[in-house]
């Protein structure tokens, strides 16, 4: 993009697009580069002299094809589909009512153009993206304004596993479906390069952007099983999705959705976009679930099993599936060749659980995933009382009060759901769901999902029907609902204790299903009046965690059972990693005794995490807690201090420094952090603290365009320790380069305050700089004057013929008439930006 509206659709000359001598040689497939030569006129000409047949036309659409096509998206994705069996009915179709993905689809900001769906082994990640992708192109089909393209990674096709492949994939669907998307400059481009100008990731990526900035359609990609491309292509394209978006002008055309298994190298790169695990999503549980009885009732039908072993061998599935669809197509293959029931179990029982089953790429020492009981719980469906009019009489009934004709509907016989009863207790009037428990008390005390839901909304007075009912065997169904009723459970799990105690087994599982959704008073209860049959282990203790009273149920579990043991490192950090209860939960392991508890470094890296810090309001109360009252069993070492100083700041330090003052060193990487995050002020009072000299390090500066309160400011200061010549890196001026306005501060400071510093640039980094949109202009103008000007002088390793090369670069775009402009620009900008202070 260049300088100026005259520069921004000019073609470049005939001599720098078809010359490798040219002061910028087309490395890309692009020919639109920031500073075009002004030869026009003789573009044009050469153009005319080049004027094609149809027939010939033709000809290069094919090789354009053939050379660029590696594999067909749509045989992997039917292949996956293949593969993985039909999709359950109604399953993944709640995506597309989440607040992330209609973000996605209409993008407000940088941040919303890149969704990240993460998800362990087996949480259906290629069935979302396979549903994503058939869903998009189908409803674009008729959309003049959007078009999708997919591609699906796999680590064993050398087609489908680098950044050559993905881009490929993507544009040849692309093309293929928008013909007049492939336009005549593109085509002459390869016409002239021929198949080498799809050799570089980096060439296709800028090819994808162009397409997408000059389509008439807003392209959305579905990419998925990225953590499958080997790791080169993974972080091309990290980096390349990384600079697209949050570069000065982001593409607006242009919009991707990801699945991935979660990786902090992933993260690295899109952390700052959207993203969402599938695994926080209970409609996503809710979905295997539907896989496990459509897969459960399509075996118990062959092999004619009653209706009680069916249930029973539907449990095992829930308890050991762990939500993994690979467990459970592999044990549902599995069972088909057996002939009772009884037989099912005892295979199930002897399989390893969900968490544990073996993969191709990770680890069997993977962090396990608790089991939650059936997806009983609120649905997409239950918040849209538009959509359940539609659904049948009787919930239209319920919506709209008629309580006569509800009754009338359920004597003819209509059927009723789960969600029948739900939507008389949320919605109906008085009387509603008295009607539908007395009126269909032998149904729903013979359905398993009916007992729940009804647990779920009614009374205690009206589940005593249920519970006394002669056919009534679903107590464990209707346990897990009692403890979502938060009016009337505690009374409903009286009464079901009271009646069918012996049917229920308080075994791990099922405290772990009641942990993760009752009332501390619930749990209070049942660990007072049947605490000899329940045993609080880790797994429980973590499902309380993730109660949203998560402290109060951690109390509770502490008052009956302290003694047992099951407060760990593991479960520690997971309940400092919520940010909102943090000083709840602490204030908790700071009340244990020492002998039950242990401040880990980990533990003190997960109490000063914070996922998404506000630089306006730093927040170390909870590491103040800790070390005032616990100071003697926490260790600070360097590690822990950078990473407080990068989430809490400088006030963090100054809370290690008035408790642990004797243990913290101010090292050399504890300033290069600190340049970061700390003020002109905060960052002296550093120095001061440091045993030994220090220097002004590459990473040292590269932090400071990350400082984006400070970082102009605090380079003055930082200038006062220099010593000798400062010596800019390429990968330090390509941060200042990137840093926008401020990075143009900075350069400024540096640049014209110490005349005798030195860049260490070579000539690709230049010309990479020059076409590479992220960069902003007015720093890169700068630069040029600075090199050119004498301001700034190149490192001494640049020598000889390379040295003349490189030179001669800079005086050619020192000298262009955009370049100066742009610099008085970008100079006129910073002084209404000082003023304006």
């Known amino acids: 993009m260049g300088f100026s509206s005259a520069s921004n659709d000019s073609p470049r000359s005939s001599m720098s697009r078809l010359s490798d001598e040219s002061p910028l040689s087309p490395d890309s497939f692009l020919g639109h580069y920031p500073w075009p030569s002004t030869s026009t006129v003789a573009h044009k000409r050469y153009e005319s002299r080049h004027i094609l047949s149809d027939a010939d036309k033709k000809k290069q ?54 969704l990240w769906l993460s998800g362990n082994h087996g949480r259906g990640k290629s069935t979302m993206a396979v549903y994503l992708a058939e869903k998009l192109t189908n409803d674009f089909a008729t959309d003049p304004a959007n078009t999708c393209a997919y591609f699906f990674c796999g680590s064993k096709d050398v087609l489908r596993n680098s950044a050559q492949g993905v881009l490929r994939g993507l544009l040849s669907q692309i093309f293929q479906n928008h013909p007049h998307l492939l336009s005549d400059r593109i085509r002459r481009r390869h016409a002239y390069r021929g198949a080498r100008v799809f050799e570089k990731a980096q060439a296709l990526w800028n090819l994808l952007v162009e397409v997408a900035f000059r389509s008439d359609r807003h392209i959305f990609c579905v990419i998925d099983g990225l953590d499958e491309c080997d790791a080169d292509s993974r972080t091309i394209l990290l980096e390349l999705i990384e600079e697209t978006f949050h570069g000065e002008k982001p593409v607006k055309n242009l919009s991707l959705v990801i699945t991935s298994r979660p990786s902090s190298k992933i993260y690295e790169y899109l952390g700052e976009f959207t993203h969402r695990d ?46 993994n669809y690979h467990w459970v197509r592999y044990a549902s293959e599995s069972i088909c060749k057996l002939r009772s029931a009884e037989d099912a179990i005892k295979f199930l029982k002897g399989l390893p659980n969900g968490s544990e089953y073996p993969t191709n790429s990770t680890s069997l020492n993977q962090k396990r995933e608790n089991v939650e009981h059936l997806g009983f719980g609120n649905t997409d469906e239950d918040r849209e009382k538009h959509h359940a009019r539609l659904k049948s009489p009787v919930v239209s009934a319920i919506l709209t009060g008629r309580v006569e004709m509800l009754a009338f509907l359920l004597k003819k016989g209509e059927s009723i759901t789960p969600y029948t009863i739900r ?17 269909r008390q032998d149904e729903i005390s013979r359905d398993q999902d009916l007992s729940c839901a009804a647990a779920e909304c009614a009374t205690a007075e009206m589940m005593n029907l249920i519970f006394r009912h002669r056919e009534f065997r679903w107590s464990d169904a209707a346990m897990t609902g009692a403890t979502r009723n938060e009016k009337y459970g505690l009374d409903i799990l009286r009464l079901l204790l009271k009646l069918h105690g012996n049917d229920i087994e308080l075994d791990e599982w099922m405290m772990g299903n009641i942990a993760s959704a009752c009332h501390p008073k619930t749990m209070d209860y049942l660990l007072t009046e049947h605490g000899r049959r329940i ?21 509770v579990l502490l008052k009956h059972r302290a003694h047992e043991g099951f407060i760990d490192e593991e479960l520690m950090i997971l309940a400092l990693a919520n940010t909102h209860s943090r000083p709840d939960f602490m204030a908790i392991f700071l009340e244990m005794p020492r002998s039950q508890v242990l401040f880990t470094k980990e533990v003190v890296l997960a109490a000063i995490a914070l996922p998404e810090k506000d630089s306006d309001d730093w927040a170390p109360e909870v590491l103040e807690m800790l070390l005032k009252n616990r100071a003697d069993d926490v260790d600070i070492d360097e590690e822990i201090a950078i990473e407080v ?18 243990s913290v060193r101010v090292t050399q990487s504890l300033l290069d952090a600190a340049a970061g995050v700390c003020s002109a002020k905060e960052f002296p009072r550093l120095v001061e603290r440091a045993e030994d000299d220090f220097k002004i390090t590459q990473n040292m500066l590269i932090n400071t365009t990350l400082n984006v309160r400070h970082g102009d400011r ?42 005798g510093c030195r860049a260490n640039l070579t000539r690709g980094a230049l010309r990479s700089w020059i076409r590479d949109e992220q960069v902003y ?61």
């Open 61 to 114: 659409i094919e090789a354009f094809y053939r050379d660029l096509i590696w594999s067909d998206p749509s045989i992997a994705k039917d292949a996956l589909r293949t593969q993985q069996g039909p999709r359950a009915p109604k399953t993944c179709e709640w995506i597309m009512g989440v607040q992330e993905v209609k973000n996605w689809l209409k993008p407000e900001t940088e941040n919303q153009h890149v």
């Open 278 to 323: 599938l695994d926080s999503f209970s409609q996503s549980k809710n979905d295997v679930e539907v896989f496990i009885n459509q897969r459960v009732r399509h075996i118990a039908s062959k092999r004619g099993w009653s209706g009680t072993s069916t249930t029973q061998v539907k449990r095992v599935f829930q308890a050991k599936s762990e939500y």
């Open 423 to 439: 939507a008389a207790a949320k919605w109906g009037c008085v009387g509603m769901l008295q009607t539908i428990m007395t009126l």
């Open 535 to 555: 045993q609080i282990t880790t797994a429980v203790a973590e499902r309380a965690i993730e109660n949203r009273h998560g402290p109060a149920m951690l109390r």
């Open 645 to 662: 100083l990068w989430e809490l700041g400088y006030p963090g330090l100054q809370v290690i420094f008035e408790h642990k003052s004797d």
């Open 714 to 755: 605090l380079l003055p200061v930082m200038q006062r320790y220099l010593k000798g010549t400062l010596s800019i890196g390429q990968d330090a001026v390509e941060a200042f380069l990137k840093a926008g306005q401020n990075g143009f501060k900075s350069l400024l400071v540096l640049l014209l305050r110490d005349r």
């Open 777 to 837: 202009r007015g720093s890169l103008a700068f630069l040029f004057v600075a090199l050119h000007s004498g301001w700034c002088k190149l490192s001494d390793e640049v020598t000889g013929s390379r040295c003349e090369r490189l030179e001669a670069l800079i005086k050619h775009y020192a000298e262009l008439d955009d370049v100066r402009q742009t610099f008085a620009e970008a100079m006129e900008r910073s002084k209404k930006e000082m003023r304006g202070r």
